[in-house]
């Protein structure tokens, strides 16, 4: 039931927001000071909005499981509309080419996961510590658990 209803709730925000993945935890300290590693990250991803420089987006690079934060330093207009764009992590002394698939220079809007709207300040940090810490997630785990059992009427 428990489950059920979190499945619900995250595909209606998916329907809301537009994204695959509406929430999102910063995992690096690649975009301080505007975001720190840990902070909790609400996105949406309507796709009749134009990406501008300045905007901080959420981005795939294929072959890698795990989303970026960081924010689009320029925008490249071809003349047929299509836009590509280029990222930077506030808190990196270069663009983020070097992590894009080699040979690719510019990301563009199918690469974007979501762009952040607001965020919740370290409240992500219980999944960066379950990640970093196995036993912690196994002790978190464990404890839900006994608070099920105990809790049921």
Same mark, same amino acid.
Do not use: C
């Given at each position: 039931?428990?489950?059920?209803?979190? /499945?619900?709730?995250? =595909?209606?925000?998916?329907?809301? #927001?537009?994204?695959?993945?509406?929430? @999102?935890?910063?995992?690096?300290?690649?975009?301080?000071?505007?975001?720190?590693?840990?902070?909790?990250?609400?996105? #949406?991803? &309507?796709?009749?909005?134009?990406? *501008?420089?300045?905007?901080?987006? @959420?981005?795939?690079?294929?072959? &890698?499981?795990?989303?970026?934060?960081?924010?689009?330093?320029?925008?490249?207009?071809?003349?047929?509309?299509?836009? =590509?764009?280029? #990222? =930077?992590?506030?808190?990196?002394?270069?663009?983020?080419?070097?992590?894009?698939?080699?040979?690719?220079?510019?990301?563009?809007?199918?690469?974007? @996961?979501?762009?952040? *709207?607001?965020?919740?300040?370290?409240?992500?940090?219980?999944?960066?510590?379950?990640?970093?810490?196995?036993?912690?997630?196994?002790? @978190? /785990?464990?404890?839900?658990?006994?608070?099920?059992?105990?809790?049921?009427?």
């Amino acid at each position: 039931m428990i489950v059920s209803s979190a /499945l619900m709730i995250w =595909k209606g925000l998916m329907v809301v #927001t537009g994204s695959e993945s509406p929430i @999102v935890v910063v995992l690096s300290g690649s975009m301080e000071p505007a975001f720190h590693r840990g902070d909790l990250l609400f996105l #949406t991803n &309507r796709i009749e909005d134009p990406i *501008r420089v300045g905007e901080i987006v @959420v981005f795939r690079i294929e072959g &890698r499981e795990i989303p970026i934060v960081h924010r689009v330093l320029k925008i490249h207009e071809k003349q047929n509309g299509d836009i =590509k764009f280029l #990222t =930077k992590g506030d808190n990196n002394a270069v663009d983020d080419r070097g992590l894009y698939k080699q040979g690719q220079h510019w990301l563009e809007k199918k690469d974007v @996961v979501g762009r952040a *709207r607001g965020f919740v300040p370290y409240i992500g940090i219980v999944t960066i510590l379950m990640n970093d810490y196995p036993k912690f997630k196994y002790a @978190v /785990l464990f404890l839900l658990g006994l608070f099920v059992l105990v809790h049921r009427e």
